[in-house]
């Protein structure tokens, strides 16, 4: 204990005297956690919707009006045929082309049925397949307005209506902050942990001071630990102030143990800064450190159910992230902050999680070579 405590000395020093780190540490999950929940929105508004209508009859007219008064369009052109349109796709000027043929009303009136047309630009698909669902269900909406108006008073006694009565569980006014702000929390946790725990040995590697390390009779998980504990500890500091910026910002309030919270990402921390210690050991400069790590984060972020489900992943890809830490961290922040998951329901995780900092930090240790 007495040679771990005078190597945490000698890093928590280093780390006082590096400004750039406390400035990451204490300056970047604030900015983050206020910009990127803001701009990471699964909502999209304003798409660009062009119109043909070759009707012009009040049921057209009432049918573009029910579509741009529902906030998610913005009518950008209102063409006489549809290759004014499709001009309008191929400039970007439109994302979505709505053609009304001739005798709309009529045929609607007469045979109680018509057929609509809808182009969509699927360049961006996300986009593409949300506008289309959307216009799809605002149709759905009108056509459900217009039969009723079409029944013969006095046909029939009431009309019969299928109700589907929906209620929203753990998030019920489905404010996108509630789902993507523990998964940001969760990232920089990482990105935190990671990257500084990568550069830490690879530095000392670079200035010389590790051969002085070398020579000392100091085992190499005391070295290990002495790198491990400084970056656990801004790890957990870090994930106290993204708590707190979600609590006063964004009015985030953990429904679960939030104790329970802090014991998964302690563990979870250990998993992280023992794969950045192995990628250190590996390394001989801190441009090599950094690439690895960012091919690895890179990887984490984009499988870790961030921004994309795990479960529309496929099979291969579902394999890779049982693999994938970041996943598990997610996941349980969702589980705990939204849901109020206990122990039972995060104990395998948990396990998981404690099975990779057990090997990633043995590793780290076993690879550590003390050189004269």
């Known amino acids: 204990m007495r040679t771990i405590r005078f190597l945490l000395q000698k890093e928590f020093r280093q780390i006082f005297r590096n ?6 540490v204490m300056v970047m999950p604030i900015v983050q956690l206020l910009i990127l929940p803001l701009a990471a929105d699964y909502e999209i508004k304003n798409i660009n919707l062009a119109v043909v209508d070759e009707d012009r009859s009040p049921y057209s007219q009432k049918l573009i009006s029910k579509i741009t008064s529902s906030g998610y369009f913005r009518l950008t052109g209102f063409e006489n045929n ?5 001009r309008l796709i191929e400039q970007e000027k439109a994302d979505i082309v709505l053609q009304i043929p ?24 996300t986009k593409a397949s949300l506008g289309g669902s959307y216009l799809s269900a605002i149709i759905r909406n009108f056509n459900g307005e217009i039969r009723v108006q079409l029944m013969q008073p006095g046909r029939f006694s009431r009309v019969e209506q299928v109700e589907t009565p929906t209620r929203f569980w753990f998030n019920p006014f489905l404010n996108y902050h509630m789902y993507m702000v523990p998964g940001i929390l969760a990232i920089l946790v990482t990105m935190i942990g990671g990257f500084l725990s990568a550069l830490n040995i690879v530095k000392e590697k670079e200035v ?3 051969e002085q390390i070398n020579v000392t009779p100091i085992h190499k998980h005391h070295f290990i630990l002495g790198k491990l504990i ?7 500091i870090v994930f106290i102030i993204g708590l707190g910026v979600s609590w006063l910002v964004y009015g985030i309030v953990p429904q679960g143990n939030i104790a329970l919270l802090f014991a998964f990402v302690a563990v979870y921390l ?13 390394c001989e ?13 890179m990887v984490f972020i984009l499988m870790g159910g961030l921004f994309t489900s795990v479960d529309s992943m496929p099979d291969w890809a579902r394999v890779i992230v049982r693999f994938n830490p970041v996943s598990y961290l997610i996941d349980v922040m969702r589980m705990v902050i939204l849901k109020g998951s206990n122990f039972g329901d995060v104990r395998q995780k948990m396990i998981i999680i404690a099975g990779f900092a057990i090997v990633l ?7 550590y070579r003390k050189r004269a």
């Open 270 to 282: 250990l998993a992280v800064l023992g794969l950045g210690l192995l990628v250190s050991t590996l």
């Open 361 to 367: 930090n043995t590793l780290a240790i076993l690879n």
């Open 230 to 236: 400084p970056f656990w500890v801004l790890g957990n």
């Open 208 to 210: 010389g001071t590790i």
């Open 19 to 24: 400004k750039s780190i406390l400035a990451m």
């Open 82 to 86: 549809y290759n004014e349109a499709f």
């Open 102 to 125: 001739p005798h709309f009303e009529s045929t609607l009136v007469r045979e109680n049925k018509s057929a609509l047309f809808v182009a969509v630009n699927a360049i961006n698909g």
């Open 285 to 297: 400069t801190q441009q090599q450190a950094m690439f690895i790590m960012f091919f690895f984060m």
